[in-house]
């Protein structure tokens, strides 16, 4: 079993590594060999213990991401190659929504202190405006899917924007990049590269899908 573990931690650190350099280069079809020659002990585990797989992969998003790494996309992906789309996405919510709680927890915590102490009439001015938009901000954040996901986080977090008005549209936001995250993993050995699916145009998408939940305070400040 010990043997299997450590296996398992090298087929998803081998994942990782392909996704990230199909995102910044793209890849051939021959550079996921490293990633195949660990699949079938990885799948194999993952058969005979699917719940233990499922909370090492949340785990492995909670440390790398709350290390800061900018790798939530990747994260997903990999989850889609090993454990499909619909295992795929319990995997990727809990463990982005608890390192998004997590890295938030942190910046409303002791960001927030230190700014309130300092810069107590600036933060003001923020924390006015995030409790009246502060939901459609985090939404149009989540759908872009182009921001650090850490340092947003941290960021709502120092804010002083409320919980309830951080977690839902964070939960809301991630589905859609999620899935398509999920997707290309799911079908990652059929292809070359990635960079095709997740190009520009994508982007631009995501970055639409993200203006569309600014509407209502663009609306609001024209009224006013």
């Excluded at 573990?5 to 996704?19: E, H, N």
């Excluded at 709680?101 to 202190?113: D, E, H, I, K, S």
């Excluded at 145009?201 to 024209?222: N, Y």
């Amino acid at each position: 079993m010990g043997r299997l573990k450590k296996r398992v931690y090298l087929g998803l650190g081998a994942a990782l590594f392909l996704g990230i350099g199909a995102v910044v280069g793209g890849v051939d079809a021959r550079t996921f060999d490293l990633l195949y020659s660990h699949a079938r002990e990885v799948d194999n585990f993952i058969a005979q213990q699917p719940f233990i797989s499922g909370v090492l992969m949340v785990g492995v998003y909670w440390i790398v991401l709350g290390l800061g790494l900018p790798v939530a996309s990747l994260l997903s992906i990999v989850s889609g190659y090993f454990f499909g789309v619909m295992n795929g996405a319990f995997v990727a919510i809990f463990g982005l929504l608890g390192s998004a709680a997590f890295t938030y927890w942190l910046g409303r915590t002791y960001v927030y202190r230190w700014l309130y102490a300092h810069h107590k009439e600036r933060l003001g001015i923020v924390k006015k405006e995030v409790d009246e938009n502060g939901p459609f901000y985090v939404l149009a954040v989540r759908l872009s899917t182009i921001f650090p996901f850490f340092w947003v986080n941290l960021l709502f977090g120092a804010s002083g924007l409320r919980w309830r008005h951080y977690i839902w549209p964070t939960f809301v936001g991630l589905i859609p990049g999620s899935a398509l995250f999920l997707h290309v993993g799911s079908t990652l050995a059929s292809l070359d590269s990635i960079s095709g699916v997740l190009g520009p145009k994508m982007t631009g998408l995501f970055v639409g899908l993200g203006f569309v939940a600014l509407l209502p305070v663009l609306f609001r400040r024209f009224v006013k």
